[in-house]
């Protein structure tokens, strides 16, 4: 277990299968879910609580290779890594997940460490995390994040000219790394090979530092050799004079601030410190060497942001229907409302309307106030009860018309008979231009010609016409 603030380790310890392994009792494509088993009842049994989880790959489950790209920008030599790999190793990787690191750059392009993992066993490996609700967001070569946690852990030689190679040797792994600083990123050197139990490990470091320095090619000459030993054998005084440069031990658990009780059930100190590597790689700001990223990329952001838009979807709607709930509510509040006024209102209506029901699609308030202007006409005058203009009123409308022109075209009146629907009226006038200024005089008031009969006879122009009032 490990916590981003102050970075305190709050727990660790082992797990291993080890023993069923060598009886038969499972088989290989069983060792790395009963591992995982093991470790999620670990962290249940520990009650540990993460959001977040790093693993590192073990040296014996990928392969490391030296390439060179003619690119320096990291995304172009993303892009076009698989193809360089490909080519350096003449082999198809189409199989392989891969992952690398810039050792260096110049104008001619970059040194790279490429490291390759078989896919199936990627995939088997999350697979099994996933079963037991463990979804890592990165999946590292262990020497990647041991070179991590020297970085943060151990002091860099105050001299510039020192250059320290650091031997680290597990109970069955050994690792060579070479702090390199390339502009103001924090790189390493790395190298990786097997341990074997009955091996003399001094011999063994003697024999492999040549290799790893020429394995580095050029650049500043190695000066200095930091040593950790999980069996604790390797004799530095002796390693430094046979190597001829100066060597010292490295305390692994003494660099990260723990004491031996601490670290009880951690079976290799290495193990922890790649361990506390893996967990640094959620802090750092370069690129992480990371398997996930070229076939399987972490998905738990975006699903955890999914679920976070789901719930908050969810959320909308029932606000949504809550809301829509509430002015229901209110509208079928009003409609009842609404409903006992109207059936107290068509009483009213039907009162004064002689029986009529208010109309359902028009105002019937202006029905209402049709019917008090035709109360007020038929009080005037203007209008009969039946609601047509009186015979008073159809009177006074011809009476105006004539009064204007009477005297002017000489007007006389033979008979005038009102009916319900029109006037007909006959005489004559001295001229038929006086006629027609008759006829322009009634058509000009309340009052239009429907039909006309003109006829000039003893000395004058009769006529004879029916007119009625404008609507």
């Known amino acids: 277990g490990f916590t981003e603030r102050g970075r305190k380790v709050l727990a660790c310890f082992s797990v291993s299968v080890e023993e069923q392994e060598a009886s038969g009792r499972l088989g290989a494509d069983r060792i790395s879910a009963e591992l995982i088993n093991l470790i999620a009842q670990g962290c249940a049994e520990r009650k540990l609580k993460f959001s977040e989880v790093a693993v590192a790959l073990d040296c014996a489950m990928f392969m490391q290779h030296n390439v060179h790209s003619e690119f320096d920008d990291v995304k172009q030599i993303g892009q076009t890594i698989r ?88 109970c069955r792994s050994g690792y060579f790394i070479v702090p390199v600083l390339l502009g103001a990123q924090k790189t390493s050197a790395m190298r990786t090979f097997l341990v074997g139990t009955t091996q003399d490990r001094s011999e063994l470091l003697a024999r492999e530092v040549p290799v790893t320095m020429a394995l580095l090619g050029s650049g500043e000459p190695i000066n200095c050799i930091k040593v950790f030993d999980s069996a604790e054998s390797v004799n530095v005084q002796t390693l430094g004079e046979e190597l001829g440069i100066e060597a010292d031990f490295v305390d692994l658990a003494q660099a990260a601030g723990l004491n031996a009780e601490a670290l009880a059930d951690c079976s290799d100190t290495v193990d922890f410190a790649i361990a506390y590597g893996a967990a640094l790689a959620h802090s750092e700001k370069a690129q992480s060497v990371n398997f996930r990223s070229d076939f399987m990329p972490f998905q738990g952001k975006k699903v955890r942001l999914q679920k976070a838009l789901k719930f908050a979807s969810y959320s909308v709607v029932v606000l949504v229907l809550a809301v829509g709930l509430y002015f229901q509510m209110q509208l079928l509040q009003k409609n009842k409302y609404r409903s006992r006024l109207r059936s107290k209102f068509e009483k009213q209506y039907s009162a004064v309307m002689l029986g009529k029901k208010p109309p359902a699609k028009s105002n019937p308030t202006k029905k209402l106030a049709g019917e008090l202007r035709r109360i007020r006409d038929v009080k005037s005058g203007q209008l009969n009860v039946a609601g047509t203009e009186s015979v008073s009123a159809k009177l006074t409308l011809l009476l105006e018309a004539f009064n204007k022109c009477a005297a002017q075209t000489k007007l006389q009146i033979d008979s005038i008979t009102i009916t319900a629907k029109n006037i007909s009226i006959a005489g004559s006038t001295s001229s038929r231009k006086n006629t027609l200024k008759l006829f322009e005089a009634i058509n000009k008031g309340k009052l239009q010609i429907l039909q006309q009969n003109l006829d000039a006879k003893g000395g004058r122009d009769n006529f004879r016409i029916s007119v009625m009032p404008r609507k």
């Open 83 to 170: 193809f360089d790999t490909e080519e350096a190793l003449a082999t198809d990787v189409s199989n392989f997940a891969m992952a690398f690191k810039i050792v260096s750059s110049r104008q001619t392009g970059s040194e790279l460490t490429v490291f390759t993992a078989h896919r199936k066993i990627l995939s088997e490996v999350i697979g099994s995390l996933q079963s037991n609700n463990i979804d890592p967001v990165t999946i590292e070569p262990d020497v990647n994040c041991l070179s991590r946690f020297i970085w943060e852990n151990v002091s860099p030689p105050e001299s510039e000219r020192v250059r320290t190679l650091f031997g680290i040797l597990s």
